[in-house]
Protein backbone atom coordinates (compact mmCIF):
# COMPACT_ATOMS: atom_id res chain seq x y z
CA UNK A 1 0.00 0.00 0.00
CA UNK A 2 1.13 3.78 -0.57
CA UNK A 3 1.72 6.10 1.94
CA UNK A 4 0.38 10.04 0.85
CA UNK A 5 1.66 12.84 2.53
CA UNK A 6 -0.72 15.89 2.30
CA UNK A 7 -0.56 19.36 3.83
CA UNK A 8 0.90 22.54 3.18
CA UNK A 9 3.64 23.67 1.14
CA UNK A 10 6.15 24.17 3.97
CA UNK A 11 4.61 21.77 6.42
CA UNK A 12 7.52 18.88 6.15
CA UNK A 13 5.96 16.51 3.43
CA UNK A 14 9.42 16.36 1.50
CA UNK A 15 12.12 16.66 3.90
CA UNK A 16 10.12 14.52 6.95
CA UNK A 17 9.12 12.02 3.97
CA UNK A 18 12.16 12.10 2.39
CA UNK A 19 14.31 10.85 5.91
CA UNK A 20 11.58 8.63 7.16
CA UNK A 21 11.33 6.73 3.35
CA UNK A 22 15.22 6.31 3.97
CA UNK A 23 14.64 4.97 7.36
CA UNK A 24 12.77 2.35 6.25
CA UNK A 25 14.28 1.76 2.94
CA UNK A 26 10.68 2.31 1.05
CA UNK A 27 10.97 4.47 -2.06
CA UNK A 28 10.30 8.11 -1.90
CA UNK A 29 8.35 9.88 -4.60
CA UNK A 30 7.61 13.82 -4.71
CA UNK A 31 5.03 14.51 -7.04
CA UNK A 32 6.15 18.28 -7.79
CA UNK A 33 9.80 16.76 -8.49
CA UNK A 34 8.30 14.28 -10.22
CA UNK A 35 6.45 16.64 -12.61
CA UNK A 36 9.29 19.00 -12.88
CA UNK A 37 11.34 16.19 -14.32
CA UNK A 38 9.07 15.15 -16.78
CA UNK A 39 8.72 18.55 -18.06
CA UNK A 40 12.52 19.20 -17.87
CA UNK A 41 11.26 22.50 -16.11
CA UNK A 42 10.71 24.19 -12.69
CA UNK A 43 6.97 24.32 -11.12
CA UNK A 44 7.30 28.02 -11.67
CA UNK A 45 8.55 27.68 -14.82
CA UNK A 46 5.03 25.39 -15.67
CA UNK A 47 2.76 27.55 -14.07
CA UNK A 48 4.36 30.59 -15.33
CA UNK A 49 4.41 29.39 -18.98
CA UNK A 50 2.14 26.28 -18.44
CA UNK A 51 -0.21 27.31 -16.38
CA UNK A 52 -1.80 26.34 -13.20
CA UNK A 53 -4.46 23.73 -14.90
CA UNK A 54 -1.62 21.92 -16.82
CA UNK A 55 0.34 21.55 -13.21
CA UNK A 56 -2.33 19.86 -11.57
CA UNK A 57 -3.73 17.57 -15.10
CA UNK A 58 0.00 16.41 -15.30
CA UNK A 59 -0.12 15.82 -11.04
CA UNK A 60 -2.87 14.21 -11.55
CA UNK A 61 -1.20 11.84 -13.99
CA UNK A 62 1.70 11.15 -11.54
CA UNK A 63 -0.47 10.07 -9.22
CA UNK A 64 -2.36 7.55 -11.85
CA UNK A 65 0.96 5.84 -12.37
CA UNK A 66 2.28 5.86 -8.90
CA UNK A 67 -1.13 4.01 -8.16
CA UNK A 68 0.02 1.10 -10.88
CA UNK A 69 2.92 1.04 -9.65
CA UNK A 70 4.88 -0.87 -6.69
CA UNK A 71 3.64 0.45 -3.21
CA UNK A 72 6.34 3.65 -2.13
CA UNK A 73 5.71 6.69 -0.03
CA UNK A 74 4.64 9.99 -1.71
CA UNK A 75 4.87 13.79 -0.92
CA UNK A 76 2.36 15.40 -3.08
CA UNK A 77 1.81 19.09 -3.60
CA UNK A 78 0.33 21.10 -1.53
CA UNK A 79 -2.87 21.89 -3.70
CA UNK A 80 -2.87 18.32 -4.89
CA UNK A 81 -6.01 16.99 -2.78
CA UNK A 82 -8.34 20.05 -3.31
CA UNK A 83 -8.97 17.66 -6.49
CA UNK A 84 -11.84 15.54 -5.89
CA UNK A 85 -10.63 12.55 -7.76
CA UNK A 86 -6.98 12.88 -6.69
CA UNK A 87 -8.40 11.94 -2.90
CA UNK A 88 -10.30 9.16 -4.78
CA UNK A 89 -7.04 7.87 -6.10
CA UNK A 90 -5.54 7.82 -3.11
CA UNK A 91 -8.29 6.76 -0.51
CA UNK A 92 -8.08 3.24 -2.93
CA UNK A 93 -4.35 3.02 -3.39
CA UNK A 94 -3.17 3.92 0.34
CA UNK A 95 -3.48 6.05 3.32
CA UNK A 96 -3.36 9.38 3.43
CA UNK A 97 -1.14 10.85 6.36
CA UNK A 98 -1.56 14.84 6.81
CA UNK A 99 1.70 16.67 7.83
CA UNK A 100 0.03 19.50 10.24
CA UNK A 101 2.26 22.21 10.94
CA UNK A 102 1.14 25.02 12.77
CA UNK A 103 1.05 28.15 10.33
CA UNK A 104 3.18 30.42 12.36
CA UNK A 105 6.19 27.91 11.83
CA UNK A 106 5.65 27.85 8.32
CA UNK A 107 5.18 31.59 7.69
CA UNK A 108 8.53 31.42 9.90
CA UNK A 109 10.66 29.40 7.02
CA UNK A 110 8.74 29.62 4.12
CA UNK A 111 10.65 30.53 0.58
CA UNK A 112 7.61 32.04 -0.84
CA UNK A 113 9.54 33.03 -4.12
CA UNK A 114 9.55 28.95 -4.96
CA UNK A 115 5.77 28.80 -4.28
CA UNK A 116 3.93 29.81 -7.81
CA UNK A 117 0.64 29.52 -6.24
CA UNK A 118 1.41 32.22 -4.19
CA UNK A 119 0.58 35.31 -6.78
CA UNK A 120 2.68 37.84 -4.69
CA UNK A 121 4.88 35.91 -2.59
CA UNK A 122 3.75 37.08 0.71
CA UNK A 123 3.05 35.84 3.87
CA UNK A 124 -1.03 36.99 3.17
CA UNK A 125 -1.08 34.42 0.57
CA UNK A 126 0.59 31.64 2.47
CA UNK A 127 -2.48 32.05 5.02
CA UNK A 128 -4.50 32.56 1.95
CA UNK A 129 -3.67 29.30 0.56
CA UNK A 130 -3.49 27.85 4.27
CA UNK A 131 -6.91 29.02 4.45
CA UNK A 132 -8.30 27.35 1.37
CA UNK A 133 -6.13 24.24 1.68
CA UNK A 134 -6.28 22.97 5.64
CA UNK A 135 -10.04 21.95 5.12
CA UNK A 136 -9.46 19.56 2.10
CA UNK A 137 -6.43 17.92 3.91
CA UNK A 138 -8.22 17.49 7.37
CA UNK A 139 -11.43 15.77 5.45
CA UNK A 140 -8.91 13.54 3.23
CA UNK A 141 -6.98 12.21 5.73
CA UNK A 142 -6.43 8.63 7.32
CA UNK A 143 -4.16 9.94 10.00
CA UNK A 144 -2.64 13.63 10.95
CA UNK A 145 0.90 13.78 12.28
CA UNK A 146 2.04 16.85 14.35
CA UNK A 147 4.94 18.89 12.66
CA UNK A 148 5.16 21.10 15.18
CA UNK A 149 8.56 20.06 17.65
CA UNK A 150 11.19 20.35 15.34
CA UNK A 151 12.44 17.82 12.20
CA UNK A 152 14.18 15.71 14.30
CA UNK A 153 11.07 14.33 16.28
CA UNK A 154 8.89 14.45 12.91
CA UNK A 155 11.05 12.20 11.29
CA UNK A 156 10.79 9.98 14.23
CA UNK A 157 7.46 10.41 14.68
CA UNK A 158 6.29 9.78 11.13
CA UNK A 159 8.45 6.85 10.78
CA UNK A 160 7.26 5.44 13.67
CA UNK A 161 3.40 6.26 12.53
CA UNK A 162 4.73 4.15 8.83
CA UNK A 163 5.91 1.30 10.65
CA UNK A 164 2.52 1.19 12.80
CA UNK A 165 0.59 0.75 8.92
CA UNK A 166 3.29 -1.88 7.73
Known amino acids: MHIFLV????????????????NLNLRFVDTDQRVSDMMGMTVNQIYDSLGEDFFRNMESGVLIE???????????GGGLPTVRENVLLM??????????????????????DR?????DGSH?????????????????ADYTLDNSSGYALGVARLTEMIQGLM
Open 7 to 22: GMSGGGKTTLGRRAAA
Open 91 to 112: QNHGVIIHINRPLDQILSDIKV
Open 124 to 140: EDVIHEYNRHIGYYHAC
Open 66 to 76: LALDAPCLVST
Open 115 to 119: RPTLK
